[in-house]
C-alpha cells in the first residue's frame, strides 16, 4: 500500500464554505457549503447544470475554485495537495483509460502513480474485487461500457482512500450491474468503513445508500442533513389510482387542494398530502362521482427531491 | 515518484502504435535513400561535385558508407521534427482528449511532477528516435558502401576529413542535432498543455517552424537582429561539426540559445499545467 503523510484526526472529511467557481461570466458554483462527515454516505444530488460536477473536480483539484474555501481531511489544498489526494480515491463522470492497454496494465500503471508498492498484487485483488477476475490481460478497448464502469471503481480504490468519490457509477449499467454497483458501494462503506460522496440520477440507488443528503441547485446548496431526517420531515406522496385523472385534478384544484396536485407522466394523481388527510381527499372525489381504484402512500428519496426542487427555486 | 511518472509515461509511449511511426518512416526513407545511392550513387556524386570539376581531380570514388550517412543525416534532420511532434504533442493533450488526464492528476504526485515527466519522457523518445537514425546513417551504410575519408562541401569549397577523425564527429553532430531536435520536443508537448485535442500542438508545432524558418530565411533587414535567437536557425548547427576547423564558438552559442529554449518552454508549460482547469 501507499507511504502516506500522517495527517491530524478529523471527524470533518469534506467542509466547503461559500465555494464559488466562474468560467468567465458565467458562475456555475455560486457560495457553496457543505460538511461531510466521516463515515457517512453523502447523496449529492441536483438538475443537470446544478453545479455537481464542478464542485466534485474541485474536490479532487481537477478545477481550482475562484473564491471561498475547501478543506480536506481538515487540511487545506493549497498547502496539502498530495496528501489530500493520498487518501481520496474517484471516480469522475465516465471511467476512460488507455484503450491500447490491458485492464491489469492500466491499474499497475495507476497503483504506481498512487505510490502503491505491490501495484500488481493489489491490482489483482482489486479486479476480482469488481468482478473481473479472468479478464485482467484483456484490452480495454474490449470492455463494454459496464466493465469500464467497474474498472473505474477498482482504479478509485487502489491507493485504499479514505474518501470515494463516485460521480454518476450507475451510468449505462443493465438492471444487474447497477445492483453490483450497489452492493460494492455498500461493503466500501460498512465492510472497510469508507466515506463515501455519491453523485447520481439514479435517486433510487442513492436512497438505497446514502446516510446523508445535499441537494444542489444553480450552484447553492438546498439543502443538507441526514437522509432520514429530510425524509421524515418531508410531507407523505400519496398516489391516487382514478378514473378521469385529468377531471379530478382539475376539480381538486378548484377546491380545497388547490396547487397540491399533479399528474405523473402515467397519467396518475398524485401530491403532498398529510396522513390525515387522506380520508377525506378519497371521500371528496367520491362524493363527486370519481372512482377510486388505489391509493399509494409513498415516502421516496425521488418524490422528495421532485417537491424539493419544484417548491424551493433558488433565485438566479 | 518521478522515476515512477516517468517509467509510466515510458510505458504508455512503448504500448501506443503511432511512437512506431517515426521509427518505421526512418527505416523506409532511409532503405529508399540507400538504394537509391547503390543504383546510381556515382551520377548522383557527380551532379553535385559538378561546380568542382575545372578545378579539382578526384582520384577513387567520394562515395562511402561515411558520405552516404552525412547524406541521410542531412535530409532526414528536416524530417524528424514532425516525427517528433507526431508523439510528443500528444502527451498531454491526447491524454486531455481520452479523458484518462483526470485519472492521473487525481493521484498524490505534483502536477510539477507529471509534467516534468512528460518532458523526461519527450527526451527519451527524441533520443531513441535519433539513435535509430543513427544506427541507420551510421553503421547501416558503412556496412554497404564501405568506409573512408570524408568529402563535405562547405562554403570554404570541398573539404576532405580523414576517415579516422568521422566518427567522433558524427557523435558529436548528433549530441547538437538531439539539442535542436528536444527543443521541437519541448515546443509541442508546451503546447500540448493548451488543447484539449493532439492535432492543434502537432500543427502548432510544424507552423512554428515553417515561419521561424521562413523568417530565418528571408533576406530582410527587419529580421536580422531577431535571426540569430530563432531556435530553427540552429537547427542545422550540427553540420558544423563537420567542417575544420570546428567553429567551436558559434556551436556554443548554438547550444546556449537552444538551452533557453528549453528553460523558456518548459517554463511556460509548467505555468499553464499548473493553473489548467481540467474539464475534459
Known amino acids: 500500500m501507499s507511504t502516506r503523510t500522517p495527517i491530524p484526526h478529523y471527524s470533518t472529511v469534506v467542509k466547503a464554505v461559500d465555494l464559488v467557481k466562474d468560467y468567465g461570466t458565467f458562475r456555475a458554483v455560486d457560495g457553496l457549503n457543505f460538511e461531510l462527515k466521516a463515515g457517512g454516505v453523502m447523496g449529492f444530488l441536483g438538475p443537470n447544470g446544478a453545479g455537481k460536477s464542478t464542485t466534485l473536480r474541485m474536490l479532487v483539484d481537477l478545477i481550482r475554485p475562484s473564491r471561498g474555501q475547501l478543506s480536506l481531511f481538515g487540511l487545506p489544498y493549497r498547502t496539502h495537495r498530495q496528501a489530500i489526494l493520498a487518501r481520496i480515491g474517484c471516480l469522475i463522470e465516465k471511467p476512460d483509460f488507455y484503450k491500447y492497454l490491458s485492464a491489469l496494465q492500466n491499474l499497475e500503471l495507476l497503483a504506481r502513480a498512487s505510490g502503491v508498492k505491490d501495484y500488481r498484487k493489489r491490482s489483482l485483488e482489486l479486479m476480482d474485487f469488481v468482478g473481473l477476475s479472468g479478464r485482467e490481460n484483456d484490452k480495454v478497448s474490449s470492455f463494454s461500457h459496464g466493465m469500464r464502469q467497474r474498472l473505474g471503481l477498482a482504479q478509485c480504490l487502489l491507493h485504499d482512500p479514505d474518501l470515494v468519490v463516485l ?40 436512497e438505497a445508500v446514502a446516510t446523508d443528503l445535499v441537494v444542489v441547485d444553480r450552484g447553492h446548496c438546498v439543502v443538507q442533513g441526514s437522509a432520514k431526517a429530510l425524509l421524515s420531515q418531508s410531507e407523505r406522496q400519496i398516489r391516487i389510482t382514478v378514473g378521469r385523472a385529468d377531471e379530478a385534478l382539475a376539480l381538486l384544484n378548484a377546491g380545497p387542494w388547490a396547487g397540491r396536485g399533479r399528474l405523473n ?16 381527499a378519497v371521500q371528496f372525489l367520491t362524493q363527486n362521482g370519481f372512482e377510486v381504484y388505489a391509493i399509494e402512500s409513498r415516502q421516496k428519496l425521488e418524490d422528495y427531491y421532485m417537491n424539493l426542487l419544484n417548491h424551493h427555486p433558488t433565485e438566479s | 515518484m518521478w522515476w515512477t511518472a516517468l517509467r509510466n509515461e515510458s510505458v504508455k509511449i512503448l504500448a501506443k502504435p503511432r511512437s512506431y511511426l517515426g521509427f518505421l518512416a526512418i527505416t523506409l526513407l532511409v532503405g529508399v535513400i540507400l538504394l537509391a ?60 482528449a481520452m479523458g484518462t488526464l483526470r485519472n492521473l492528476l487525481t493521484r498524490p504526485l505534483s502536477r510539477r511532477g507529471l509534467l516534468l515527466s512528460k518532458y523526461g519522457a519527450a527526451a527519451v523518445y527524441t533520443l531513441v528516435l535519433l539513435l535509430w537514425l543513427g544506427i541507420m546513417a551510421v553503421m547501416v551504410s558503412p556496412w554497404i558502401f564501405g568506409v573512408g575519408d570524408l568529402a563535405v562541401l562547405s562554403n570554404e569549397g570541398l573539404q576532405i576529413l580523414p576517415a579516422e577523425e568521422v566518427l567522433p564527429r558524427f557523435l558529436q553532430a548528433f549530441g547538437v542535432a538531439f539539442a535542436a531536435l528536444y527543443t521541437v520536443a519541448c515546443l509541442s508537448v508546451t503546447l500540448s498543455c493548451f488543447a484539449d485535442n493532439s492535432i492543434g500542438p502537432i500543427v502548432g508545432t510544424m507552423a512554428i517552424i515553417m515561419v521561424f524558418t521562413l523568417v530565418g530565411t528571408l533576406d530582410v533587414a527587419l529580421f536580422d537582429q531577431i535571426r540569430p535567437f530563432l531556435f530553427t536557425t540552429h537547427m542545422a548547427a550540427w553540420r558544423s561539426l563537420f567542417l575544420d576547423p570546428v567553429p567551436w564558438g558559434d556551436i556554443l552559442f548554438s547550444m546556449v540559445l537552444l538551452g533557453a529554449h528549453w528553460v523558456l518552454l518548459i517554463g511556460v508549460g509548467l505555468w499553464t499545467f499548473e493553473r489548467k482547469d481540467i474539464l475534459t
Open chain 1, 167 to 206: 460521480d454518476e457509477p450507475g451510468t449505462g449499467l443493465d438492471p444487474q450491474g447497477l445492483v453490483d454497483m450497489r452492493e460494492m458501494i455498500q461493503n466500501l462503506h460498512r465492510e472497510q468503513g469508507k466515506t463515501i460522496l455519491l453523485s447520481s440520477h439514479h435517486l433510487s440507488e442513492v
Open chain 1, 265 to 280: 407522466d402515467r397519467g396518475e394523481l398524485t401530491g403532498a398530502l398529510g396522513r390525515e388527510e387522506v380520508p377525506s
Open chain 2, 37 to 96: 545511392l547503390a543504383l546510381d550513387g556515382k551520377s548522383y556524386i557527380e551532379f553535385v561535385t559538378s561546380s568542382l570539376q575545372q578545378s579539382l581531380t578526384v582520384e577513387g570514388s567520394m562515395l562511402n558508407g561515411y558520405l552516404v550517412g552525412f547524406i541521410i543525416l542531412q535530409m532526414l534532420v528536416v524530417h524528424l521534427p514532425l516525427l517528433v511532434a507526431l508523439v510528443t504533442g500528444d502527451l498531454v493533450s491526447g491524454e486531455a
